[in-house]
């Protein structure tokens, strides 16, 4: 069965602080990664990996996909309050058919 | 339109009544999918429409669950009986032709369904 696991479940830090968020995955023909951050309402696009090792950067946070060990972390450096969110990981498989298998989020707060 | 457009972003139902959420994909966008999010879940597939077909309902829970697009645009999650267990954020995602590499999905803001 196709799954993506997240790590941790729930995370609070201080504004400032880095944080580094994980998402590994067991899935049948992996086409990409992508990451997501959703606030009250609709998750909103990050990053979409598809190669090993290629850092993909938007101002502080950044992201990297680990193909052999099949895994990917997304970092946020000098963490504000509007950070916080939960930050979805999804794997884009074609095994027969085109979907995308969520994980169950990292719910993130960032105190002032 | 510019983004993905779902109605209603709020429904109050009752145990046994019967729902229809609607979603409106971004225009040019080939490819829709509805997803389920449960209160501290990540979204659950119930379906992909690639045009007007539904190449993949593998995700809906049972037939009380049914969704539509007739004429490859707007589409429509049907749910009969509904349950208190069907109480959920629906989620309503398109993105361009599914063969075309450009698969990153832009999600709409959401159906609230509650069922009482």
Known sequence: ?112 | GAGVSQTPSNKVTEKGKYVELRCDPISGHTALYWYRQSLGQGPEFLIYFQGTGAADDSGLPNDRFFAVRPEGSVSTLKIQRTERGDSAVYLCASSPRRDSGANVLTFGAGSRLTVL
């Open chain 1, 1 to 112: 069965e196709d799954k993506v696991v997240q790590s941790p479940l729930s995370l609070v830090v201080h504004e400032g602080d880095t944080v580094t968020l994980n998402c590994s995955y067991e899935v049948t023909n992996f086409r990409s990664l992508l990451w997501y951050k959703q606030e009250k309402k609709a998750p909103t696009f990050l990053f979409m990996l598809t190669s090993s090792g290629i850092e993909k950067k938007s101002g502080r946070l950044s992201s990297i996909l680990d193909k052999k060990e099949l895994f990917s972390i997304l970092n946020i450096t000098a963490t504000q309050t509007g950070d916080s969110a939960i930050y979805l990981c999804a794997v884009d498989i074609t095994s027969g058919t085109y979907k995308y298998i969520f994980g169950t989020g990292t719910r993130l707060k960032v105190l002032a």
